[in-house]
């Protein structure tokens, strides 16, 4: 399993390479632009260039674009739900302008509406973003290391807290049996949303449970990355509340389970834990390489 963690685009895409290595990544992932607004500047192109050389020198990959955090693919409102999809088939393209293998989406709330008008509004939208901009297919990146032209769309689980939809893998699997597409549509699991979901991931017989019964319910090959967070949070508590790999409730040997499984080592692993420092990001790092190595 390749290991790397959200990088910050602070100060332009040409620095994002060099923060990585810092950390010790092996992978990467990054917003293409400011995550707390809507508006979509145009993107620098000698920066661009810069980032794409980078790259191409130290062999981080895959890249990973994060849909920012206030698109809602679930929404009824009107006016957001159609700025959600536009957001998303603005982020496919700037994800192949920057030449990233996958794109993560958020799923989202369905505030006031029912589960089931939720997940339907959810593949609607799945299939509008789909009819609008060209993606790649799930095929085309099954390494870890191969170069595809196009970004593949990931839909990330949530924990469930409030109105989310998605913490179930039922849930997901409904999602995706409405995209006419199917081939250009994948999964990104979080570890700490899998737990607060209620799967539990904290030994190596639960880790071997949980994706068995992924593997079932939606099929393993489509799984292409894991979000590895641990939990602040008991088990089931559907409340998305991140920590520190091997101090939360998953603890160390469900994230040796998880990271050394035969099912998922091929997969790259994106830290999104807590930090006041780089030392707590090399401290995550240290731990997870360790794991690997036992």
Not at 27 to 54: A, H, L, V
Not at 83 to 90: F, K, Q, T
Not at 186 to 202: E, K, P, R
């Amino acid at each position: 399993m390749r290991f790397g963690f959200h990088i910050s685009i602070a100060g332009g895409f040409s620095r994002v390479v060099e923060r990585a290595l810092q950390k010790g990544c092996e992978t990467i992932q990054m917003f293409s632009r400011n995550p707390r607004g809507w508006r979509y500047g145009p993107m620098d192109s000698e920066e661009i260039e810069s980032f794409k050389r980078n790259i191409a020198k130290t062999g981080l990959t895959p890249i990973f674009l994060h849909l920012p955090y206030l698109p809602n693919l679930a929404s009824p409102k009107k006016e957001l739900y159609k700025a959600s999809i536009s957001s998303l088939v603005e982020e496919l393209k700037r994800g192949e302008t920057l030449g990233a293998q996958f794109v993560i989406t958020h799923i989202g709330n369905r505030l006031e509406t029912s589960e089931e008008e939720g997940i339907k509004r959810v593949g609607e939208a799945l299939n509008r973003t789909l009819d609008s901009v060209k993606n790649g297919s799930l095929s085309q990146v099954s390494l870890p290391d191969r170069q595809a032209g196009l970004p593949v769309l990931l839909l990330e689980n949530t924990a469930g807290q409030g109105s989310e939809i998605g913490y179930q893998f039922d849930q997901l699997r409904e999602i995706l049996d409405q995209v006419e597409e199917k081939g250009r549509v994948g999964v990104c699991l979080d570890t700490a949303h899998v737990f607060a979901g209620g799967y539990d991931i904290s030994t190596e017989e639960g880790v071997e449970k949980t994706f068995r019964e992924f593997d079932k319910t939606i099929g393993i090959e489509r799984l292409k990355v894991l979000h590895l967070n641990d939990s602040l949070v008991p088990l089931g508590s559907r409340k998305d509340r991140h920590w520190h790999i091997g101090k939360g409730e998953i603890g160390l040997e469900g994230f040796r389970a998880i990271v050394n499984h035969p099912s998922l080592t091929h997969l790259s692993g994106i830290m999104e834990t807590p930090r006041k420092s780089d030392a707590e990001d090399h401290m995550n790092m240290r731990t997870l390489k360790r794991l690997r190595r036992q």
